[in-house]
Nanobody, 124 residues
């Protein structure tokens, strides 16, 4: 079974930084795109950042030039470095990964997984 485990959320003052991590575990053959979304209560989940298997990235306009997404393929981990944080960045952040899993490529299974969410709170 493949799962995503997030870490790194917390409380920080406006202007500060946090780094979120999300590690995939299980019988992983390959990971395609990885990314982060966020969701406030009663609102739709919104894309924050994505990174492809070839390391191309895209960001929400609201976080460009402040957030950086990266991945370590050897560790099956995606990171989100968040700088110059603002109160409006307060949210629950969810990581996402598109994963091929299994013991052999011919018997691979495709999964679009989400982490459990980690709360990021920015105080003004």
């Amino acid at each position: 079974q493949v799962q995503l485990v997030e870490s790194g959320g917390g409380l920080v003052q406006a202007g500060g930084s946090l780094r979120l991590s999300c590690a995939a575990s299980g019988t992983i053959l390959s990971i395609a795109a990885m990314g982060w979304d966020r969701q406030d209560p009663g609102k739709q989940r919104e894309l924050v950042a994505r990174i492809s298997s070839s390391d191309s990235t895209n960001y929400a306009d609201s976080v460009k030039d402040r957030f950086t997404i990266s991945r370590d393929n050897a560790k099956n981990t995606v990171y989100l470095q968040m700088n110059n944080l603002k109160p409006e960045d307060t949210s629950v952040y969810y990581c996402n990964a598109v994963i091929w899993s299994g013991t052999t490529w011919s018997a691979r299974r495709h999964a679009d997984l989400w982490g459990q969410g980690t709360l990021v709170t920015i105080s003004s």
